[in-house]
Nanobody, 121 residues
Framework: QVQLVESGGGLVQAGGSLRLSCAASGSIVSINTMGWYRQAPGKQRVLVAEFPSGGSTNYADSVKGRFTISRDNAKNTVYLQMNSLKPEDTAVYYC???????????????WGQGTQVTVSS
């Protein structure tokens, strides 16, 4: 069974930094893309950053220049380095992966459990 396990959230002051990690475990044939979404209270879940396999990274306009997504393909892990954090970044951050698990013909969408990021002013 494939799972995405997140870590690295926490409380930080405005201007500070956090690094989120998400590791995909289980029997994985291939990964199409990995990325990060976030959901603030009362709002919809939105894309923060995406790192397609073999493709270019994508960022939400609100985080460009401050956040950096990276991947360690050997470990099936995606990271989100968050710098110059703002109170507006406060949200639950969810790891996302589109991958093909062993035994499946199709790639499937997976979500991490979510990790809270709180930025105080």
């Amino acid at each position: 069974q494939v799972q995405l396990v997140e870590s690295g959230g926490g409380l930080v002051q405005a201007g500070g930094s956090l690094r989120l990690s998400c590791a995909a475990s289980g029997s994985i044939v291939s990964i199409n893309t990995m990325g990060w979404y976030r959901q603030a209270p009362g709002k919809q879940r939105v894309l923060v950053a995406e790192f397609p396999s073999g493709g270019s990274t994508n960022y939400a306009d609100s985080v460009k220049g401050r956040f950096t997504i990276s991947r360690d393909n050997a470990k099936n892990t995606v990271y989100l380095q968050m710098n110059s954090l703002k109170p507006e970044d406060t949200a639950v951050y969810y790891c996302n992966a589109v991958l093909r698990p062993e035994g499946s013909y199709y790639a499937r969408n997976y979500w991490g459990q979510g990790t809270q990021v709180t930025v105080s002013s």
